[in-house]
């Protein structure tokens, strides 16, 4: 559901008066997550108001908050929730707000994505001493056939 914001001559409500508008629709007067300005030159743009509600996935990454209350620029009567909330299956909210967040690591803070970016590397790591364990057996194996064939080459002259 998106909300339909008309083209006006009327001035722009500001970012206080949409932020007013958004928490009189989710009915709480909590500070939203983040604030999405409407764009200068489209007169038919919103503000975007995000709130967290309850634990929030995306709340350690750029754009936290997991409700979002679109505001028309122009009317602060025409806000209304186009993203999450309670209306929002549940499906639905486990795919978009925990698929990638989980995927990518946001779910967490810095310390346990460092974690999991090492231990991410642990089977570059493996590959690369798999790699030159062979190498280096592999050479090994030349020196001796080497050695082996001199040895034999030696015996058949002095022989």
């Avoid at 604030?35 to 634990?55: C, I, K, M, Q, R």
Wanted: aromatic residues 10%.
């Amino acid at each position: 559901m998106i909300l339909e914001s008309t083209e006006s001559d009327e001035p722009d409500i500001g970012v206080a008066a949409a932020v007013a508008a958004a928490q009189r629709v989710v009915g709480t007067d909590e500070e939203p997550m983040s604030v999405d300005l409407p764009h200068a030159d489209e007169p038919t743009s919103t503000y975007g108001v995000w709130f967290s509600d309850g634990f929030d996935p995306w709340m350690h990454s750029d754009y936290a908050g997991d409700h979002l209350v679109s505001v028309d620029c122009h009317d602060a009567a025409k806000a209304q929730v186009t993203y999450g909330g309670p209306t929002m299956p549940m499906a639905q909210e486990l795919w978009e707000d925990y698929n990638f967040p989980a995927h990518s690591g946001l779910i967490v803070n810095g310390w346990w994505r460092m974690i999991w970016g090492v231990l991410g590397l642990v089977p570059l790591l493996l590959a690369v001493t798999g790699l030159s364990t062979w190498l280096w057996t592999r050479g090994v194996r030349k020196r001796r056939r080497r050695r082996e064939a001199a040895d034999a080459a030696d015996a058949a002259a002095a022989g």
